[in-house]
């Protein structure tokens, strides 16, 4: 998986999650890579990026509003977001927005 | 400035600029600082927030359309991109979106 997402041309969807780490593992990272690896077969999705310093940032894109509701009520996935707060981000917000435009280098 | 941005109700815009960069800094830090101050103080800039490991991600937030217009052509802002590519970074993406929905824990 590249490091900067190889998406479509706009318009697609991103869903920006942005969340802040409580403290230990708490098997954080194991969650992370099983849901990443779910998310990345799910229909309509496009690609991920990842960064994490002071607060995390994981952008996911995805073709349409549907494949992003499929994904946000996925089982595993559900039960991970029921976990999350509290046990692995004491702060966090998701965004989901529309790419209209994109540039770059490549 | 907190680590995930207070961002009135949806919608409004994400810039999510992604990059990975070049060896060395090159006056890198002290340009990043500079145009966080300086889009911080943008009309219609929301808040920003950003992380970087083996890839960067900058999410800035504005309430239009015209204030990103308006803050891709400030000019020590353009100069900056100018700059950018090469000097700072070996690969980016820019991609403009607008955000319908947000949800959170605050």
């Known amino acids: 998986m590249s490091l900067i ?3 479509p041309e706009p318009p697609y969807y991103a869903v920006i999650f942005t969340s802040l780490r409580t403290d230990g593992d708490n098997g ?3 969650m992370a890579d099983r849901m990443l ?3 990345a077969n799910q229909p309509g999705f496009l690609g991920v990026e990842a960064a994490r310093e002071a607060v995390g940032i994981t952008v996911s894109y ?3 509003l549907d494949s992003i509701k499929n994904w946000k009520e996925n089982s ?3 039960e991970a977001q029921r976990g999350g707060y509290g046990k692995w981000y ?3 917000k998701t965004r ?3 790419v209209e435009r994109e540039y770059g280098n490549e």
């Open 96 to 98: 989901i927005s529309k």
């Open 76 to 78: 595993e996935h559900m």
């Open 62 to 64: 995805w073709s349409d």
């Open 28 to 30: 954080y990272q194991q």
């Open 90 to 92: 004491s702060s966090f």
């Open 5 to 7: 997402a190889k998406t």
């Open 37 to 39: 690896k779910l998310a």
